[in-house]
């Protein structure tokens, strides 16, 4: 999706001291050379034009760059912390912040290499950078169902606004052997949209409607005590994997987390009020 229109700067929803902080870090992360990508609601505003304020600047890097982006930060007098090694870190600069993302917080989209192929360009508060795809922000929001966030509608939106520039090949092999995902997604942008769902290409819906055909007709391949929702939330189906036997779907091949990951992803939690 390279020729998408990019939004102006933001500038306008962004506090001048914050501005500062993240222009001045844009330029330092460029400047050492560390490899990065915009995303978060800098990225949707980019390919959508859906402008929105933001309490933070979310950049997409490999795992491996982290340590050279806490020595950058830590020389500029900022407070770099690894908030959860396997998929988020931050830098702190007063109580404003930058999320350093490698990897989705279900542990099912690492950042690899195939996300810097392609990117679109921008100018960010100022400095020239490059932006997400839009067929890795699709893949990362399809997976937020939480209790307390969805993100069903960024990805709506994203499809909305550039179908024809998505680059459809990348995408359904993005989701690999979580192309249910995908296809739940593309189904209610047809009942969002109904005028505009022959925009999903129709070898896509045909490819993923097969599987769906084949798949039911077999039996299951997976062990039936399996469950996959803890992908899509952290929190709703815990009472499956800690009350009624099944395996957590983030301890499987699928994802790259460990138990002391669920654990301390569990633990962060937000407490809800009673009767929500």
């Known amino acids: 999706m390279t020729n998408a229109v990019l939004a102006p700067s933001l500038e306008e929803e962004v506090a001048p001291d914050t501005a500062g902080f993240y222009r001045e870090a844009l330029q330092a992360l460029t400047d050492a050379g560390v490899a990065f990508l915009v995303g978060g609601a800098f990225a949707q505003a980019c390919f959508t034009g859906i402008r929105r304020s933001t309490k933070d600047l979310d950049l997409f890097i490999r795992r491996e760059d982290w340590d050279r982006v806490a020595a950058l930060a830590t020389q500029r007098g900022w407070r770099p912390v690894l908030s959860y090694p396997h998929w988020l870190a931050k830098v702190w600069h007063g109580t404003d912040f930058i999320d350093l993302i490698f990897n989705s917080g279900n542990g099912v989209s690492p950042v690899n290499e195939a996300w810097f192929e392609d990117n679109a360009q921008a100018d960010v508060l100022g400095v020239p950078v490059r932006i997400a795809n839009a067929e890795d922000a699709l893949l990362t929001k399809a997976f937020i169902m939480e209790r ?129």
Do not use: K
């Not at 459809?168 to 979580?178: K, T």
């Not at 996959?228 to 939330?233: E, F, P």
């Open 148 to 276: 307390e966030r969805y993100d069903g509608a960024d990805v709506a939106h994203l499809i909305q606004a550039g179908a024809e520039r998505l680059r459809w090949p990348q995408l359904v092999a993005r989701f690999g052997a979580n192309w249910r995902v995908l296809l739940g997604h593309l189904v209610l942008f047809g009942y969002i949209y109904p005028g505009e769902r022959q925009r999903v290409p129709a070898w896509v819906m045909d490819e993923l409607l097969r599987r769906l055909a084949e798949e039911t007709r077999q039996p299951p391949a997976a062990d039936p005590h399996l469950c996959a929702g803890t992908l899509l939330s952290r929190e709703q189906y815990l009472f499956d994997v800690e009350q009624l036997g099944y395996v957590d779907g983030r301890l499987t091949p699928a994802s790259t987390m460990t138990p002391e990951d669920v654990a301390t992803w569990t633990q962060a939690i937000p407490p809800h009020e009673e009767g929500g």
